[in-house]
């Protein structure tokens, strides 16, 4: 029951990503493609909410629930950043999922999302035992 919040907003969450057919392989094809506003609307939408979100938490020195101040450390660029991006992109554009809808798509009824869920933890698992490894 404790973590019964959780699932509520993830089934609130999902419902949305559904409404708004972002988890939708038409509108992301038609995005690929060039052929419609629709998703680089809601993509720009999230930028700017998270640009006005984290001049928010910097300008007020806000605090986590717990009164821990909130820290946001600038990243290194790095040629992986670049490589990561062109790979995940194709994977994108070639199955028209992004991981983070996939349980949305599963749980709307596109079975083939499972495939997609276990190659998506399939790759996670590999990146996390080649990490060492591969140069920065």
């Given at each position: 029951m404790k973590n019964s919040k959780y699932l509520i907003l993830g089934t609130l969450f999902g419902i949305i990503l559904t409404k708004s057919e972002v988890i939708s392989w038409f509108?992301?094809?038609e995005m690929f493609r060039f052929q419609s506003f629709h998703m680089y609307g809601i993509i720009g939408s999230?930028?700017?909410v998270g640009l006005l979100s984290i001049q928010l938490i910097k300008r007020n020195r806000l605090k986590t629930i717990h009164g821990e101040p909130i820290t946001l450390t600038d990243k290194k660029f790095t040629?992986?950043?670049w490589i990561g991006?062109?790979?995940f992109g194709l994977g994108?554009?070639?199955t028209g999922a992004c991981p983070g809808p996939l349980f949305a798509q599963?749980?709307?009824g596109v079975t083939s999302a499972a495939v997609l869920i276990v190659a998506a933890l399939a790759g996670t698992w590999t990146y996390s035992a080649l990490r060492?490894?591969?140069p920065l």
């Open positions: 509108r992301i094809q999230a930028i700017v040629h992986g950043t991006g062109l790979i994108w554009a070639l599963l749980g709307s060492d490894k591969l």
